[in-house]
């Protein structure tokens, strides 16, 4: 049959070269941008995943970038604190040679305090000006804030680190279940033939965490002037003495200075008579853990005799969780908070007292790590003051001394002890004030280490895996693309040629006429 009107074999011909055509289009774009898809309609579930994806990418990419300049600011810190560290060791350099007063005259000690009082305004202005940008980093701005701490119960409190999860500040409570205590050994003032008088000569090596030291007691020496004779060697030993209930026939304690594992008191007699029904001097202690009883009660039928017993670390509760006890000292260390006490003597000695509550209020440096907002992707850390009013906090005669305090202007000011011969207090405050900003430097480079460079390594690899799961989705694959674009071509030539030949077809028509 032959028509004129209708050809259907071009209108065949027609749609099969708009085909070919867009098909040689779709080609020709995937070439000339690289992808696979330029438009939802090229795969709409593939538009959806790889949009995903590279959301994530971008975001893993800016937790990258995060990380190196956390990793910037955590450096420019701990190189400020470096040169806190060098001028508090040559703080203690200066104390030392102070302390050779057979060898330095006192215009030499007052050189050395002049250089004292430089170096601690130097690490003062450390403090104040050290910064990254406009970001000061020592000044205790990076610091978190606290509210409610009692006095009667904390004497110094630092956090190293709090998460305010879900609220906007965060309740801390400290509850003491078992006391701190000192070494402790009894001596009975029930003295025969006369009660609060020693019986015999005696010669006693009393030895503590400080030092050992020897003294000679006459026989008819009142238990008040054994007190008197060990208090005068503490300085050498770490061990002090009391009278039992204030009551030189009760007898005498001796203690040692300080408080938990590492303090101990140890006083053994080195003249024993060869008959030990003759000793005449025996000391006691209570079991491990127990609470000397007050007033002292020689009927206890626990008493152990012995000529040496250890201290006992506080142990404490923090928000539930059992803490790490170091004499006063409280540390504790969660995923949720980290925080450093110092207990007051009668809070850590007195389990019966009610608990204790302050309030994080806020602050803290937040470095967000992750590709998404939310606290299992930041870390917050705390960065206190090294100025010298907040270092080497030590309590030091019912007095909580810092840093400032050796400087001759100082408030409580024990720049004196430079020239009185007494550097114990000195020292205890400077290598306080050493270990803080030791412990400080260290947590900053473990924060460095473990946790900014393996998240950038985890990140990184992230990143790696990501990208090639887009490529594979989005991009094109130039091999199978330029192969379709020499089909595509070849159909659309051939098409043409096809359509050619059924629009001349109708032609053909016309023979028909003569």
């Known amino acids: 049959m032959s028509r004129i009107n209708s050809n259907i074999p071009s209108l ?35 538009l959806i995943i790889s949009e995903r994806i590279r959301s994530d990418i971008k975001g893993i990419e800016q937790g990258i970038k995060n990380g ?4 910037t600011v955590i450096a420019t810190t701990e190189a400020a604190l470096a040169e806190v560290n060098d001028l508090l060791n040559s703080i203690r350099s200066l104390i030392v040679e102070s302390a050779n007063t057979g060898a330095n005259s006192k215009e030499e000690r007052d050189a050395n305090q002049l250089q004292i009082d430089s170096a ?6 450390i403090s104040n000006t050290a910064s ?20 009667n119960a904390i004497e110094t409190a630092s956090i190293n680190k709090a998460s305010f999860v879900g609220t906007g500040q965060l309740d801390v409570e400290v509850d003491v279940i078992a006391s701190a205590q000192n070494g402790n050994l009894y001596f009975s003032g029930d003295i025969q033939p ?15 965490a400080t030092g050992v030291s020897t003294i000679q007691f006459t026989s008819g020496q009142t238990l008040d002037q054994v007190v008197s004779g060990i208090n005068s060697l503490t300085a050498l030993t770490g061990v002090e003495a009391e009278l039992i209930n204030g009551d030189a026939n009760s007898g005498v304690t001796f203690k040692s ?4 594992a590492s303090s101990f008191v140890s006083v053994t007699r080195i003249d024993r008579p060869e008959d030990p029904a003759d000793d005449g001097f025996t000391t006691f202690r209570l079991p491990d853990g127990t609470t000397p009883p007050d007033p002292f009660d020689w009927t206890d039928p626990s008493l152990i005799s012995a000529s040496r017993d250890i201290g006992t670390d506080v142990t404490a509760l923090v928000n539930g969780t059992l803490a790490r006890g170091d004499g006063l000292n409280l540390s504790l260390n969660t995923s949720v908070l980290g925080l450093d006490l110092l207990l007051d003597e009668t809070f850590a000695t007195t389990p019966s007292q009610t608990t204790t509550t302050f309030t994080i209020t806020g602050g803290g440096a937040i470095f967000q790590l992750g590709p998404d907002v939310n606290a299992l992707q930041q870390v917050n850390i705390g960065v206190s003051s090294v ?19 050796l400087k001759t202007d100082g408030a409580n000011s024990l720049a004196d002890s430079l020239t009185r011969n007494d550097f114990t207090a000195a020292q205890d405050i400077l290598a306080k004030a050493i270990d803080e900003i030791s412990v400080l430097r260290g947590r900053l480079g473990a924060f460095e280490r473990n946790v900014l460079q393996t998240n950038t390594r985890s990140l990184q690899s992230a990143f790696e895996n990501l990208s090639a799961s887009s490529s594979q989705i989005r991009d094109a694959d130039f091999a199978f693309e330029t192969s379709q674009l020499t089909r595509a071509q070849i159909l659309s030539s051939s098409g043409t040629t096809v359509l050619a030949l059924a629009n001349q077809q109708s032609q053909q028509v016309l023979q028909l006429l003569g």
């Open 120 to 125: 601690i305004d130097s690490i003062s202005r």
């Open 194 to 208: 006369v009660s609060g008088q020693l019986a015999s000569s005696v010669t006693l090596e009393v030895r503590g």
């Open 387 to 405: 100025a010298a009013s907040t270092l080497g906090g030590v309590l030091t005669a019912g007095t909580v001394q810092f840093l400032s305090s």
């Open 12 to 46: 065949i011909a027609q749609s099969r070269l708009g085909r070919s055509n867009a098909e040689l289009e779709l080609r020709l774009e995937r070439l000339s941008t690289g992808l696979r898809i330029n438009r939802g309609a090229d795969d709409p579930a593939g």
């Open 132 to 151: 990254f940008g406009q970001l000061k980093l020592l000044d205790g701005s990076r610091d978190y804030t606290t509210s409610g701490i009692s006095a």
């Open 257 to 260: 200075v300080g408080y938990g």
């Open 68 to 71: 190196e300049r956390a990793s």
